[in-house]
C-alpha cells in the first residue's frame, strides 16, 4: 500500500516515539508489507508494542535475501554475514554444506543463493525453527534433531563447508540481552551454557567425522569469546583461525581439516 507524506511521516514520529532507532527505514518496510490501512494499523500496534519488526512484517532481510521467519526462532543477525562471506570463499561450486543449529536456516540459504547448485542440508534441534527453516531451504534437507544425531550416515566425511550460529549467549548474560531477543526466542537459540562455549565445543568436536578432507568448519563467536573457541576448533583436530569485521562487529573461527 502507499501513505501520503504527512501520513507517513506521523508514521515515522509514532516508531521514533516508541524507541525504534531506525524508523524511517522500519516505516518503509511496514508500508511495504501491510495489505491495506487496517493490516498497516496492526503492524504497527504490534511494533510499538515492542515486537521485533522481522516477526511483524514476516521476514528479515539478511545477505540479499529475505528470510522467513517464526516466533520464537532466532533472528538472523547482520553480523552473521561476515561469516557467511568467508564461507562462500571456502566453498567449491557444487559443494556440499552443513548448517547446524540453523535456526530460520539464514546462512544455508544465503550460501544457496550464491551456488545454486551447492547441496546444503539444515539442522535444528527445535521443531519451530526446522519448520521454518523448511520454508527457506529445500525442506527434505532441513532436519530435526541434536546437532548430528539429525544427520543422514551418507552425509559422513562429504561436507566441504560447516557452518554454526550455535547458542553462545553465557547463561548468566540472557538476562541482560535487548527484550526484542530475550523475549522473543527461544532459550534453547541463545542459551550458550556458563561461559557460552557448550555447544560450540560440541560443534568443534564432531566437525572431522562429518568434513571431507579439508573442509572447513566455521563458528560464529564474540571477541571476547574468540580464543575459547578457537581452542576448542584446535582441540577437535583443525587448524583454527580467528577471523574479524569491524564494520559489522563479525567474529568467526574457521576450523580447517587435514587433506
Known sequence: MTLSPAALAALVVRLRTAGCVFAEDEARLLV?????????????????????????????????????????????????????????ALLPPGGVVLDLC?????????????????????????????????RNLPPERVLEGDLYDALPGGLRGRVDVLVANAPYVPTGAIALMPPEARDHEHRVALDGGP???????????????????????????????????????????????????DEVGGTCVIGRAPR
Open 195 to 245: 561461559d557460552g562455549t557448550d555447544l560450540q565445543a560440541r560443534v568443534a568436536a564432531g566437525a572431522t567425522d562429518w568434513l571431507r578432507p579439508g573442509g572447513a568448519l566455521l563458528i560464529e563467536t564474540s571477541d571476547r569469546q574468540a580464543p575459547a573457541t578457537a581452542a576448542l576448533v584446535t582441540r577437535a583436530g583443525l587448524v583454527a583461525e580467528v577471523a574479524a569485521d
Open 32 to 88: 511495504e508489507a501491510a495489505a491495506d490501512a487496517a493490516a498497516l494499523e496492526g503492524m504497527v500496534t504490534a511494533r510499538v508494542a515492542g515486537t521485533p519488526l522481522e516477526l511483524v512484517v514476516g521476514f528479515a532481510e539478511f545477505c540479499g535475501l529475505r528470510v522467513a521467519v517464526a516466533p520464537g526462532v532466532f533472528v538472523p543477525r547482520q553480523r552473521s554475514a561476515f561469516l557467511v562471506s568467508r564461507a562462500r
Open 102 to 134: 540453523c535456526g530460520t536456516g539464514a546462512l544455508g540459504a544465503a550460501l544457496l543463493a550464491g551456488d545454486p547448485a551447492a547441496e546444503v542440508w539444515a539442522a535444528d534441534v527445535d521443531p519451530a525453527a526446522v519448520a521454518c527453516a523448511r
